[in-house]
Nanobody
Framework: QVQVVESGGGLVQAGGSLRLSCAAS????????MGWYRQAPGKQRELVAA???????NYADSVKGRFAISRDNAKNTVYLQMNSLKPEDTAVYFC??????????????WGQGTQVTVSS
């Protein structure tokens, strides 16, 4: 079992910055990857950024060069630093933990989401 809790969303003007945090608890050592997804009204949930357990990262083309995912292993926390925000970044942002064990296979755990609103 893994629990993930996001924080750090809010309202910001275009060009501004926000940092999202995702704290994971539970069976943290079996998490293969953690990532951030977002869902705007009327759109499908999409991957924003992900970090594998080995440290490699993956970003959506729309956020490359503006967003950065990082982690603090001591705090079991993953961050998403969002710079140069645009109105089209407005969405609910969800943290995801991809958890795998030999016995149970893989399962995705999701946080409750945090709203990010970028005004023009």
């Amino acid at each position: 079992q893994v629990q993930v809790v996001e924080s750090g969303g809010g309202l910001v003007q275009a060009g501004g910055s926000l940092r999202l945090s995702c704290a994971a608890s539970g069976s943290f050592f079996n998490i293969n990857a953690m990532g951030w997804y977002r869902q705007a009204p009327g759109k499908q949930r999409e991957l924003v950024a992900a970090m594998l357990s080995g440290g490699s990262t993956n970003y959506a083309d729309s956020v490359k060069g503006r967003f950065a995912i990082s982690r603090d292993n001591a705090k079991n926390t993953v961050y998403l630093q969002m710079n140069s925000l645009k109105p089209e970044d407005t969405a609910v942002y969800f943290c995801n933990a991809h958890h795998c064990t030999a016995a149970a296979g893989c399962r995705d755990y999701w946080g409750q989401g945090t709203q990010v609103t970028v005004s023009s």
